[in-house]
């Protein structure tokens, strides 16, 4: 019984790759969207985290696991010289300063960061969960009716004593007049 029911569950997540593959596409848009945003926005300011694309998506990731988004939002709206972020100072003694050229966005940036946590953590976290419950649903759905179906094969077996070999030609039957109803 558990093995049916595990099955089941690899069934369902099977059945909502398609789905899922659809949110995963909403999310990148999402997530390089924000980031050529982030990137015109913030990197003159903050270089180190919104300096290049890359290091962009990199910080939005991070922020997308509520992950020092609000220390960012503060960098971003005081300016970097305001705020003594490890990552601002420099890698190495004598190398350059990170936050050479500070701007004070204001609090325009609240806009910014509070759109991208909400969108990338809830929203898109509900969607995925929502895509999962359908498909697992849909797939409870379908073994309930391949069961109900086994049910009224034995019963119809046991009704006109159908052989176990006949059985076989009676079920393909079956299922081409249920394939019909459906």
């Given amino acids: 019984s558990s093995f049916s029911q595990i099955k089941e569950l690899v069934a369902g997540l099977r059945g909502s790759v398609s789905s899922l593959s659809s949110v995963a596409f909403l999310l990148a848009m999402l997530f390089y969207l924000y980031a050529v945003m982030g990137v015109l926005i913030f990197?003159?300011?903050?270089?180190?985290?919104?300096?290049?694309?890359?290091?962009?998506?990199?910080?939005?990731?991070?922020?997308?696991?509520?992950?020092?988004?609000?220390?960012?939002?503060?960098?971003?709206?005081?300016?970097?010289?305001?705020?003594?972020?490890?990552?601002?100072?420099?890698l190495t003694e004598r190398g350059p300063k990170l936050c050479s050229r500070p701007h004070a966005h204001g609090d325009m940036v609240v806009a910014y960061y509070f759109s991208f946590v909400f969108l990338s953590s809830y929203v898109m976290l509900t969607l995925i969960v929502g895509v999962v419950t359908q498909a697992m649903h849909a797939q409870r759905k379908r073994?309930?009716?391949?069961?109900?179906?086994?049910?009224?094969?034995?019963?119809?077996?046991?009704?006109?004593?159908?052989?176990?070999?006949?059985?076989?030609?009676?079920?393909?039957?079956?299922?081409?007049?249920?394939?019909?109803?459906?």
């Fill in 143 to 182: 073994a309930e009716y391949k069961r109900e179906k086994a049910k009224d094969i034995e019963a119809v077996q046991r009704q006109y004593d159908i052989s176990d070999e006949n059985l076989l030609k009676y079920s393909e039957a079956y299922d081409v007049i249920s394939n019909q109803e459906h």
């Fill in 43 to 90: 990197g003159t300011n903050d270089p180190f985290f919104f300096g290049e694309l890359h290091w962009a998506l990199l910080t939005l990731f991070t922020m997308c696991s509520l992950d020092k988004w609000y220390e960012l939002m503060l960098i971003s709206r005081d300016g970097c010289d305001q705020h003594d972020y490890p990552m601002h100072r420099s």
